[in-house]
Structures are given as C-alpha cells and as structure tokens.
C-alpha cells in the first residue's frame, strides 16, 4: 500500500469537501420554492466559502437586457436593475469569462456611482458567469470584500462550479416565473380591460386607458386619440385641476397624424434621431422625449378611429413585446371607446337641444304617443305659471282643462292630419290670470326603415303675445300702429334716420281760433277727438303714417316706414277720403244746430329725412326737409286760392289714377327762388255740390291757357265763364282779376307766369 502525503491528504480532503459542498448547493438550491429562495441560498453559500462580506447573483431579464437581482429588506424584497453591458458584472456577462478585481477603483470596468448611492466601499471583488450546459450566459455572481487576503483563481472556479451546477435550476426557475409573471399580466390585462371599458363617460376613459398604457408599459406619459370625422382632427380628453380639458391637433400632423392616416406602428427608439419627430412641443414645454411607441386604434370593420402614444420607457427602448401589448390593449378597448365617442356625440346633441330649449323665449311642451307631458321648457313653465312636478308625466286632457281645452282640440286635429296647426292671439288660462297666446302644435315624427315615417308624439310652441298686445294698444294711441308693429318686431333700425322719397301731407282746421272762442275747452276737445278720429280714420285706411297733431292741424305720410308703388295715389285718395267724411260730419252737426268744420289740404312728394328726433328723454320719430316744408305751405296756400286740395307738381306728375284736377297757378313759395307748379283735385265735389264739373273744367283750361299766352280779354271771357256756372270759385275770380291787372299793366315779353306768395 502506497502512503499519501500531507499535501495530497489535505488535497484530497478540499476535494471531498467541495463535492459535498456542490452537491448540498445543488440540493439546497433545487429544494427552494421561488427564485428568491434560490437566489438568496446560493449568494450565502457563495460569500460564506469564498470568505467575502457580501454578495449578489444577478440573472438577465431579455426583455429589456438588464440584469436584476432581488434583496431582501425587512418584510420586503426589493429589485435592483442595471444595464447587462455595465459595471464589472455587465463586462463578466457579456465576455462570458470570470473577473478577479483586487483594487476596484483603479479598473475601468467598476462603476464607482453604486458605491457613492449606498455608501458602501468595495475593496476587492469577484464576479463569475452564470452558464448553463450548452454555454449559454444566463447572470453573473459577484461576491464582494474578501475578509482576509485577497480572492483567488480558487475561488473564481468554485464559484464558477457553483453557478454552472445550479443553472439549469435557476433557468427553469425563471422560466416558471416568467410564465406565472405572464399569466398575472393577462389576468391584470382583461381585470383591466374591464374595468377601463366599465364607463361610458368618454372622458373618464380616455383617462383611465392612458393611464393604465402608461403603467403597463412603464412609460413616462401615454396620450389617446380619437378622431373628430367633422372637422378631421385627432382629440384627447386631459384631466385640468378638478376638471377635464381638451386638446386638438390635426389628423395628418407629427407622429401620431402619420399613424393614423397610415395605419401603421411607429416604434422611435432615440427620437431626436428621426426625421418625423418635431422637437417644438419639447422647446415649448421643457420635456425631453427619449423614444415614442405610437399604435393605431382600429374598430371591428378595420377602420382607423384613433391613435395610442406611450413616450420614454423606463429602462430603455419600446421593443416588439411592448408593441404587442399595447396592440392587444387598444383592439380590446377599441369597441368601447367607439361606444363611448358615439356616447358622448349624442350626449353633446341631448345637451345642446335641453340648452336650446331652456334657452327659448317661448314655450315649449312635448307630449309622447300616449298624450302624456314628457318635456316642460323654463319659458313654459313661466307661461303656464306652473312648475315640472305639476305638469310631468300628466296627460295632456288633464292638464289642458276647462276653458283650455281647445288646446286638445288643436293636438287631436294635429295628431289626425300629421299636419302643423297654427292659432294666432288665442286665450290662455294661466293660474288666475288670461292670456293672449300665439300656439303651434307640430307633429313630432321619427325615420324608420325604408323611408316610412312613425308619429311619436306633439311638441306644442307657446307664444306669450300678451305683454305685446298691450303694449302695442297703448303705443298705438300715441303713434302709428304700423310704427309700433315695427317697434315690437325689433325693427328699430327702419326708424333709424334716412333719405327717402315720399309724400307729405298737411291739413288744417279755418277760423279753428274763433270756433275754440264759441266752443268753450270742454267743447273744443270733444270737437277735435271726433274730428280727429275720423281723419286718421281716412289716413290709415290708405296706408298713410300719422305723423303728429299740430294744434288742430294734422300732418301725415305715405311712404314710411315702408313704401308703396302708389303712395302718391294714397294720399290724394286719402284727402279726398277726408274733406268726404267731413261732409257726412258737418251735415250732422248742422243738423244739430252747429257750425261746420271746413280743411285745407296740401301734399307734396320730395327727398325727405326720417328718424328719431329729440333728446334721449323724449324722442319723436317724424320727417323734416323741404319737401315737408312746401307741403305745409301748400296747405296755407288753399286759403289764398279757396281751395280745398292742392297738390305740388311733384305728386302730380306721379299720379297713375286719373283724378278730376285743374291747374292752380305756378308759384314762388316764401323762402324759395325756383317756381312749382301747383293743382287743384276736385274730386270731393259731388253734382250737387258742384254741377256741370265737366263744362267749368274746359273754360277753365281755356283760361289758363289764355292767361299763358297775354291773352288777357279771352282769359277774361273764359274764367268769367266759369264763374256763371259756379259763383264761388275764388280762383276764377282771382285769374279775372288778375287778366284785368296785367291788361293794364302787360308783364313785357319775358314774364313766364310765376306768382310769388308772400305768406306762409
């Protein structure tokens, strides 16, 4: 028998003791439960032989090519990650050969900044390969500090001998967890999927499924874009403070525009390195975006509703897996999101209309198919002076009682013909009180299929005019009634001023002075109201605007505010109308016992101004220029000429009815240098008042005519005859005398027959 030396003893036993040390690692580390377990058996085992203070076993997450481990701190475990290419376990790892480092501060390889973060000094170091059988490098062990000496090559193999014995133990552990790890993330997947698809509140969505992308994906900040097919812009909902903003941008713009009208992923892992990135929103903003994942949302029939965007990945790029995820993500939430968009679009519809209606000056009441109340505008609620706990869910026939019940006469009318039903200034009972009410009832219909139409209920409008009518009884015994409809149409600006061709008329009371002396006050405006009264009577009957009272004179206008085609014709009509009726009046009053009340009218078409005039206390819309001042001269002139109705030449020449009128003269008015031409109309005279019209009308013409020419004995002879048919015109014997004046005295060759009034 051979003897062993000390040496080869003491080998041998190291031996036997390393096998027995594997082979207990081996055991130990298969029997643990979880990775941690494993992980945290063999790092004692490892600095416990190998003499060092601390240790750490590191395995690499492919995913994202970090290495990571898990410490445990208190009742905690927590993960520590770093890049798999740094630090002296990153250089093991990717070389795949052990590293020994006696003075870590002067290898390029260490990273200080670990030593600086937890205040722990590295004196040596030792770092091994996790390799599996077929040489694949799945970690690194690193054991740091060696309590006495330094480490050795020794202890480089026994760790290497350790982490190749437990590797493949260690690589179906992290196959295991990867596998429970993934399983947890699709059954937190669909609980969140479900849980962001619970709310039909676009808004709220939005937030909740950029919230949770974000988190799935450990990104920074996630956006979600939806498109406005309006007006073609992608849309986000963002929570502001307490409550949600909104932002736009247009569906072809930047990376998430360039998703959507293509359709495709974009993944930027370094994004000022892409030409399609725009650093702007970065300069504005102060953000720094590292990478972009930026997916299309597509609905069930593969069109493009919108757009997911993640930004900055904690740990590095977005890569495939982070594509995948965020894919399934958004085609899960896609329907919902489409629901919740269309959701909200209808939600927006029911919003604007419930605001249109509660806006609405008037009143508005809807009944459904059976007859009952379903909606009550605020308006209505005024009108019917009731309140939406009184009249809700009431049927109509109820409601709609008593002396209201024509309004169910009206809606059963409607319902019958599918035919809209209009009732103008009807009478309303609300509460106490009675209404003046304008009402349409409108069949209320709804599309079905193949273009048929189903009736589903009335909408009645209700019109409160009663405030109107009131006050438009009162304005009108103060102005024109027509002034006061456009008043209360809110037609102010026809009374604004303007330049405007119409016909002014001017009428007066003779001898009024003396008549107010015999009458007394009290008589006097008994005398005027019924004077009055029936000479507005006549004006408005053709269209005319009563301007003012002046006194016993009246002045009037046709034309205003709105025009007519024959305002010229309305007006001659009108004082026609007027001396008649004072016929009628006079023929009364001398039956009584009572002088009669004789008029002068004159009327003038011209360029004139309307509007309100006066001070912002009192205002008075009237008409003011030249026309209206030849109009009321005319009207002085009738005394001159014992004429009833002149008219200037103007108005005259614009007639289009043939009207029984003479010549009058051809006048220079006070005030004027250029001559008018003035007519007499005649036709208030009846054959008693004034036979043979027809025969006086000739020899007057003649007359005139005669005058023209110097034809002095002839005019004479004419007028003269005139005045045998009828007496009292004043103006034939004015022509006789005047003919006898100018025979006397001849106006010379260039008079042109223009007589000059001195008065007014």
């Given amino acids: 028998m051979s003897v062993k030396t000390p040496t080869a003893a003491s080998n041998e036993k190291q031996q036997i003791h390393q096998m027995g040390l594997l082979l207990r690692v081996a055991r130990d580390v298969a029997a643990q439960d979880t990775l941690d377990e494993m992980l945290r058996s063999i790092v004692e085992v490892s600095t416990q032989e190998t003499g060092a203070e601390s240790g750490t076993l590191f395995l690499n997450d492919e995913s994202n090519n970090e290495l990571y481990s898990r410490v445990a701190e208190g009742g905690t475990v927590r993960e520590i990650r770093m890049i798999n290419s740094s630090g002296v376990a990153g250089h093991v790892f990717t070389t795949g050969e052990g590293a020994i480092v006696d003075d870590p501060y002067s290898d390029p390889r260490f990273n200080q900044a670990v030593d600086k973060q937890t205040g722990y000094l590295t004196h040596s170091l030792l770092c091994a390969p ?55 993330r699709e059954l937190k997947f669909l609980d969140l999927v479900a849980d962001v698809t619970s709310d039909l509140d676009l808004g709220t969505m ?14 920074d900040r996630a956006t979600l874009f939806l498109n406005d097919d309006k007006t073609n812009e992608l849309f986000s909902r963002v929570a502001m403070g307490d ?53 299309p949302i597509m609905n069930k029939s593969g069109k493009t509703i919108g757009v997911t965007q993640v930004l900055n990945r904690k740990g ?18 896609a329907m919902s999101l489409e629901s919740a968009k269309l959701f909200d679009q209808v939600q927006q519809v029911k919003n604007y209309n419930e605001s249109m209606l509660q806006s609405m000056s008037n009143g508005v009441v809807t009944l459904n198919d059976e007859g009952a109340i379903v909606t009550c505008n605020a308006a209505a609620l005024r009108i019917l002076r009731t309140s939406l706990d009184q009249v809700l869910n009431r049927k109509a026939e109820e409601y709609f009682s008593a002396a209201n019940t024509w309004i169910i006469d009206r809606i059963k009318a409607v319902r019958e013909s599918l035919q809209s039903d209009i009732t103008m200034d009807a009478e309303l009972l609300a509460g106490k009180d009675k209404l003046s009410i304008n009402l349409t009832v409108q069949p209320l219909m709804s599309q079905e299929e193949q273009g048929a139409t189903k009736n589903i209920g009335t909408m009645l409008m209700v019109e409160d005019v009663s405030g109107e009518k009131r006050m438009k009884s009162t304005m009108s015994r103060y102005m024109d009634p027509r002034l006061a409809d456009q008043l209360l149409s809110g037609g102010e600006e026809l009374l604004g001023g303007k330049s405007v061709t119409a016909t002014v008329l001017f009428s007066d009371v003779r001898n009024f002075t003396t008549m107010t002396e015999e009458l007394g006050a009290q008589g006097t405006v008994t005398l005027l109201n019924d004077y009055f009264t029936l000479m507005v009577d006549c004006i408005q009957k ?3 605007m009563l ?10 206008v046709f034309g205003l505010p709105l025009p007519h085609d024959d305002d010229e014709d309305r007006s001659v009509l009108a004082a026609i109308g ?32 309307s509007g309100n005039i006066g001070s912002p206390k009192r205002m008075d819309y009237t008409v003011i220029g030249d026309g209206v001042n030849l109009a009321s001269r005319l009207e002085s002139a009738c005394k001159q000429y014992g004429a009833g109705i002149l008219i200037s030449e103007n108005t005259y020449r614009k007639l289009k009815g043939t009207y029984r009128v003479r010549e009058v003269d051809r006048v220079v008015v006070k005030g004027k240098t250029e001559p008018v031409g003035v007519f007499e109309v005649l036709d208030y005279f009846t054959e008693e008042s004034f036979p043979s019209l027809t025969d006086f009308l000739g020899h007057y013409k003649n ?47 260039d008079w042109n027959g223009v007589w000059v009034l001195k008065s007014k």
């Fill in 130 to 184: 996790v390799r599996t059988a077929k040489g694949e490098v799945i970690g690194v062990l690193q054991v740091l500090n060696k309590q006495q000496g330094l480490f050795t090559k020794e202890d480089l193999r026994l760790l290497e001998e350790m982490t190749s014995l437990c590797a493949i133990t260690l690589r179906s552990r992290q196959f295991m967890d990867g596998m429970h790890a993934a399983r947890e």
């Fill in 206 to 219: 939005l937030i909740k499924v950029v919230g949770e992308a974000a988190r799935m994906l450990q990104a």
């Fill in 243 to 295: 409550s949600i903003g909104e932002i736009r941008t247009p569906n072809h713009v930047g990376i998430a525009g360039a998703v959507f009208t293509s359709g495709r992923t974009i993944n930027i892992p370094y994004a000022y390195a892409d030409l399609r990135f725009n650093p702007a929103f970065d300069q504005r903003t102060g953000y720094f975006t590292r990478s972009i994942l930026c997916v």
């Fill in 316 to 333: 590095g790029p977005f890569n495939s897996e982070d594509e995948a995820r965020l894919k399934a993500f958004t085609a899960q939430v």
């Fill in 542 to 544: 053709h269209g005319g």
């Fill in 547 to 556: 301007d003012k009272f002046i006194g016993d004179a009246i002045m009037a």
């Fill in 578 to 609: 007027m001396i008649s009726e004072l016929n009628h009046f006079n023929a009364g009053r001398a039956a009584a016992g009572k002088k009669p009340v004789e008029i002068g009218v004159g009327m003038n078409t011209d360029s004139i101004v």
């Fill in 703 to 749: 007359g005139i005519l005669a005058y023209r020419k110097q034809k002095w004995d002839k005019a004479i002879a004419e007028f003269g005859q005139c005045l045998k048919l009828h007496r009292t015109d004043k103006l034939s014997q004015i022509y006789v005398e005047r003919s006898e004046q100018m025979k006397e005295n001849p106006p010379g060759d």
